[in-house]
C-alpha cells in the first residue's frame, strides 16, 4: 500500500499536470452525482420541522407558562430552590417560542419555512 502511495507521489511530483487532470476528473464526477441521501435528509428534515412547528405554537406557549407556574407553586410552598427553575423557564420558555426564528436565521434557506 504504501509502494503505491510512492509511485503515485512520484508520477504527480514530476508531472504535475497530472495530479491537475486527476483533479479535475474527480472534482466533475462528484459535482455530477446527486447525493444518494438527499431523500432520506428530507423526509428527516420534516419530521424536524412538524416537531418545531408543534412545539413553537400553542403547546409550547402552555409548556412555558406551566413551568413558571410550578416555579411560582415551588416558591409558595417554602422551596427556596425554585428561584432556578422560574429563571430557567422563562430563558427556555424565550428560547422555545423563538426556536424557529432563530433556527431559520441560522440555517437560512435550509431551515423550516
Known sequence: MKEKARLWLAVFKANPG???????????????????????????????CG???????????????????????????????SMGLIIASIAGGALLLAAKTLGNTILGATGCQ
Open 18 to 48: 497530472v495530479a491537475l487532470a486527476v483533479l479535475a476528473t474527480g472534482s466533475v464526477a462528484l459535482a455530477n452525482n446527486a447525493n444518494p441521501l438527499a431523500g432520506a435528509m428530507t423526509r428527516i428534515q420534516n419530521i424536524l
Open 51 to 81: 416537531v418545531v412547528d408543534a412545539l413553537t405554537g400553542p403547546f409550547g406557549a402552555a409548556l412555558a407558562i406551566f413551568m413558571i407556574g410550578l416555579g411560582f407553586a415551588g416558591l409558595i410552598i417554602g422551596n427556596r430552590n
